[in-house]
């Protein structure tokens, strides 16, 4: 923690400003990721990614937060119409969510909470200058457990993302699914 301290006479110390401030939050995780499209060149790919977050509580009920997620790279398959040769591409996604906690997670140690954010998603395919992207509105759920007296944070969540992806240069809207698994650790400030 950072912290600016001003001394306003001799022997009274005020601290004007902490960095970060209490309640905000930060982490990294490893998730399971089974993703599946239309696209002719997916089709249907799973594997483990990770993600990153930072938050803050806005109360004991509420919580705002980043989430940045990425590192699944898949072989994709060869299209004849438009052409695309046998690659692989990477997918990623950032979102801005929101979270309600059923529980008090100071007072209590462990908070179930329910979510709903925005994300931007991206395919992009390795050799080939090739993308498709699209935005979601995805459901996510979860528990945050505090271990011991300091401020670490452990948390498990499910996420469903649905979204059309779309490419400027050859057209066409695919749905793409993706339904995540995530195991974080974090610290609590």
Avoid: C
């Amino acid at each position: 923690m950072i912290s600016v301290v001003v001394f306003l006479y001799p022997g009274f110390v005020a601290t004007a400003w902490s960095w970060p401030p209490d309640g905000t939050y930060l982490g990294f995780g490893l998730s399971q990721l089974n993703l599946t499209s239309d696209h002719p060149s997916i089709g249907s790919q799973g594997g483990g990614t990770y993600q990153v977050f930072f938050g803050r509580y806005g109360g004991p009920s509420t919580s705002g937060e980043i989430i940045v997620s990425g590192g699944l790279s898949f072989p994709t398959e060869p299209v004849p119409s438009p052409y695309y040769p046998e690659d692989s591409a990477d997918y990623g996604y950032i979102m801005f969510g929101g979270r309600y906690h059923l529980m008090d997670l100071v007072q209590k140690k462990i908070s179930p909470w329910v979510g709903l954010g925005w994300a931007w998603h991206a395919i992009n395919w390795n050799s080939y200058f090739y993308e498709i992207d699209g935005t979601s509105i995805t459901p996510y759920a979860g528990v945050d457990i505090l271990l011991g007296d300091g401020g670490g944070l452990l948390r498990v969540e499910a996420k469903r993302h649905s979204f059309s992806a779309s490419s400027g240069w050859y057209g066409g809207n695919y749905d793409v699914d993706v339904d995540e698994f995530n195991i974080s650790i974090g610290y609590l400030f």
